[in-house]
Each structure stands twice: as C-alpha cells, then as structure tokens.
C-alpha cells in the first residue's frame, strides 16, 4: 500500500518571504497602497518634526502676524513657507506638529477601543446567559447617541472633573480626555462586530475541546477566541484611525478639543473663521492636512478590509 | 408585525432611560458642582452662602435618586425643566431651533440623495471605467473632507465669485426666517449648510447605489429583459434600480439620524442659531439642564429614526419577515 502523500514532493512550497507578500498587496490595492504611503508620511512627519520645522509651533512673534505663504517677514526676517496667523507663527509648523496631536489621538483612540470592544465581545460571546444579556443592553444606550454628542457629553463630564479635582493647568489634561470622549463610543461599535464573529466560533468543538481539558476561561478566551476573531477587530482598527482624527478634529474645532496653544488641526481651523474675509489662507492648509490624513487612512482601511474579508470584497 | 412593533418599542424604553442615567450621572455624579462651575468658573470670588443659595435653586440639594427620578419623569411629561443659564424653559429655547436644524438636516438629505443615486448608478452602469474611478474618488474624499472645512471653502468661494459678479463681497444672512414667510431669504442662507453637510453624507450613499445596483444588474430577470431586446436605460431606470433602491433607502435612513449629531458642527461654521448651536453653547457655558435637554431630544430622534427605518425595510422588502 502506497503513501498517499508521498507522490511526487510531500515538501510544501516555501511560505512567501514578507517582501514577496508585501508586493502582492501592492499590486492587488493599489489605492491602498498610496493610502498606506500617506499614513507612513505623516507617521514620519509627527515623528520627525523637530527636524522638519525652523519655527517655534506654540509661539510666535506678533509683529510676524499675517506674513503671506511663501513670504519673509518684513519685521523678523523668517520665512513662512505656509504663511504666519494671527499670533506670529508659523502655519506650516503648527501643521507638522499638528500630525503629532492627531496620530496621537487617532492611533491611542482607536488601540484602546477597539481592544476593550474586542475583550467585551468575545466575552459577552463566551459567557452568553446574563453576561451576554446586560453587556448588549449597555452597548445599546452607547449606541443609542451618535458618535459626536456622547463625545461632546464626555468632554463637559470630564470639565467638571477637572474642576472638582483642582488640578493647576486643566489644558494640559484636554488631551486626554478628548482621547476618553471618543474612544468610548467606539467600544460598542467594535464589540458588536466582535461579538458576532464570535459566537460563530464558540459553536465549533475545539472551545468544547479546550474546556474539557479544565483551561481557565480567560485563557481561552485569550488564547483560543482572541485569535479567530482578528480579522473584524483589524478592520474596525483601521476604520476607527480616519473616524477619531475627523472626530478630533471636530472637537477642537468647536473649541471643546484640544486647548490652545498645543498645535491640532482643527483648532487652527477654529481660529481662522475670525479671520476668513482677509486670510483665506489660514482656513486652506490645516482643512488640506485633515482630509489627506483621513484620506490614507480610509484607503488604507478599505484595502486591509478587502484583504481580511473576502465576502466584502465582490461589492466594492 | 403588530406583536413585533410593540416589542421593539417597548425594548426603546429600556434604551433611552438607560441614556438618560448615562448623562444624568455623567453630569452629577462627577466631583465638582453645577454651581462651583458657574460661580467660580472664571477664577471669580465666591463663598460657602452663595453655593448653597445657588444649589437650592437648582434643586442640587435633593438626594441624587429624588433628582434622577424628577428628570425622568420631566422627561416622560415632556417638561426638561429650566435652562441653568438663561432660566427659561429648556423646552421653549430648543424649539425655536429644532425648526431650523430639521429643515437643514431634511436639505442635506435632498442634497445628498440628488447626489448619490445619479453618481452611484452612472459608476456601475460604466464599472472599472474612467468614469467609475472618478466618481469612487469624489465618494472616497466626500467621507474624508471634514464638513466643517468644506463648510469654510464654501464661505470663501462664496465672498470671491460675489465680489466677482457684483464687486461687493456678500455673506449669507445670519437671521433665521421660516421657509414659508420669505423662501428666497430663508434658502440663501440655508442652502449652503445644507450643501457642506449633504456632500459628506451622499459619500456612503453613493457607495451603497454602486454596489447595490452592481448585484442587481447581475441578477436572472436583467439578464431576461437585455435578452428580450429592451433598451439598456429602461433596464437599469425601471427594473433594476427599483430593486437596487433597498439598501439605500436604509443608508440615508441612518444618515438622517446621524445628521442631528452631526449638524453640531456644520452650524458653528455657518453661525447658524440652531440646536447643535445651542448644545455646544450649553456645554460651553456649563448649562447642565439645557444639555441633558438637549441629548436627550436628539437620542430620542435617533432610536425613532432606526425604528422606522427597521419598518421601512420590511415595508420595501416582502421578502424580510419579522420574528
């Protein structure tokens, strides 16, 4: 009787290098990857902003205010590439340290909840009965405000916290409750995705298999459910980075984000209306810089979520 | 059906009292007090007396369970109380601006469909040639461009191509006047909102006709109808796009909803005195009453709209049954 597996070669072909993979994704997204070659770009430019950048992001000098693009300044002698505002300081500066607050934002918002949606879901999953039951009905008054008015909620919360705990600066902690503010409405998003991934795969014998063998059950959820439900967490990951810099942006716009005078894109938005009918420049290059971010992250996302999810991929 | 409207709806209860308790006790339950905010809240000199005076006004004296009932039984009566700040009824102050955001949020909706379906159906009826990647890039950028930004280069186009054509730079007016009072005013200064915000939204729409109409135009019965013969544009017009219209008329559903939210934004660049207006001014100005008012107004207006929506699919669509 003859092995059936040892015809001709029962060697599998070596497994594609991750260059050979990498070049397959390319060719396959190529709106993904220009999506992908914008988020690398403003990755480097919130890394290396030191380097990029001759002016001083959170001062200027006032005799500088309104120095036109591409213009040296009369009063200071400096070159302002993208023009000066209102303070004296440098547009083009304030927009590369800008990409520092936003990937900030967007990246720690978008870890942090999609991770917590992720444990919360395949734990509702798993337990089922009561947990399951109670975790949906909290998901469901989370979801049950849109994105921007739970966030906005969130933000005057977090306003009187500040104010009851008598910190010295409250500005410096802005940040991080914008961060709060947008990453809890995305725990419900992302536990729902999750969720119903999961339960398919509590149906399948091996958690059975893991159970009888006495494993604990946040072993099994880490080690056995966490791994197979990678493909919806990654997706809502990379949605959830263009989501919560437009969010943040938009905080910060309304003067409920990011306080003066840390550089963010929609703070500087917000202070170029006052000036609109004179400086139309100052309300172009943060907008430009906003939308391109949003924009690589989005083709980005849409390429990793046709490449994780082939059941999507007929319909775009 | 009717076994099941009545679940649902009585499944919403739950629901928004739950939200209710969230910003109730988001807003209360935190260190830090209503009246330390509003007394204390530019650095300004206050004392123990005063705190007290202004607690007893608000009812903050109450134990927080006396507190939380009153809101929700307030809410239940339709009366949210007085506006912290400017002492009138919460009630009164939002519906002079609910008026105005639902017509611009019903505009932007116009704007957005207008938009959409045209786009969507010229993108798969010519799929993967240049006119499908033009149209799929305007869709893409549509859900990056901020509507607050496109907002602004609307405000500058505007204060150019007048200054142009009548040598004076014009503004679209900040007084709000109801549509059937002066209808030429009222839409030269609600139309464009109604633009920044429409554009953004008709993305998704867009996307969705595309795709829908793709799966559609693929199906037995198109294929019949190109076998008998008939023209390409009465294929696509009457038979195809009907059942392509499903799923889209969900995607705006939702996106109406999320227009309340999202309107937020969208009036602060337009100064537009409308509900989002007013909810970033009570939040703003510490307005507790008015913003619990506020959010739950527009929670509300949400659950709805996903309910009627849920009806609306089954109503289209025979095939999907309720359990």
New interface residues.
Partial sequence: MTDATSVDDDVLPPPPTIWKRMWSFVKKQPLGTAGLMLVVIFVLMAIFADFLTTHDPESGEFFDQFTRPGQVSDASGLFFLLGADEFGRDVFTRIIYGARTALFVGISCALIGSFIGLILGVASAYFGGWTDTILQ??M???M??????LA??????S???????EVENPNDYSIYFVIAAITIPFIPKCARVVRSSALAIREIPFIDAARANGFSHSRIIMRHMVPNVMAPFLIMLTAFV?QAI?LE??LS????GVQEPTPAW?LM?RS??EF??DE?FL?IY??LA???A??GF??FG?AVRDALDPRLRS?? | MWQYILKRLLLMIPTVIGAAFLIFFLLRALPGDVCELKLGGEGAYYDEEQIKICQQNLGLDQPLVVQFSDFVVGLATFDLGDSMWTGRPVLEEMSKRFELSLQVAIMATIVSIIIAIPLGTLSAVYQNTWIDYVVRTVSIAGIAVPSFWLGILIILAILSISEVFTGSRWLPPLDYRPLWEDPMYNLSMLLWPAIATGYRYSAVATRMTRSSLLEVLREDYVRTARAKGMVEKVIVNRHALKNAMLPVVTVIGIEFAFLMGGLVVTEQVFNLNGLGRLLVDSVTFNDYTMTQGIVMTIVLVFVLTNFVIDLLYAWLDPRIRYS
């Avoid at chain 1, 049950?144 to 008015?149: Q, T």
């Avoid at chain 1, 906005?152 to 919360?157: F, Q, S």
């Avoid at chain 1, 716009?253 to 409920?256: E, K, S």
Wanted: glycine letters at 10%; proline letters at 4%; zero cysteines.
């Fill in positions: 009905r909290i469901d008054i989370l049950a405000f849109p994105l921007i008015i906005l909620t969130i933000v005057i919360a306003r009187a916290l500040l104010q009851g705990l263009g437009l942006a938009s716009f309304l003067g409920l929609g938005l170029s209306q609109i009918r139309a309300a943060p907008g906003i939308t391109l949003v924009f989005n083709l849409d319909q775009n």
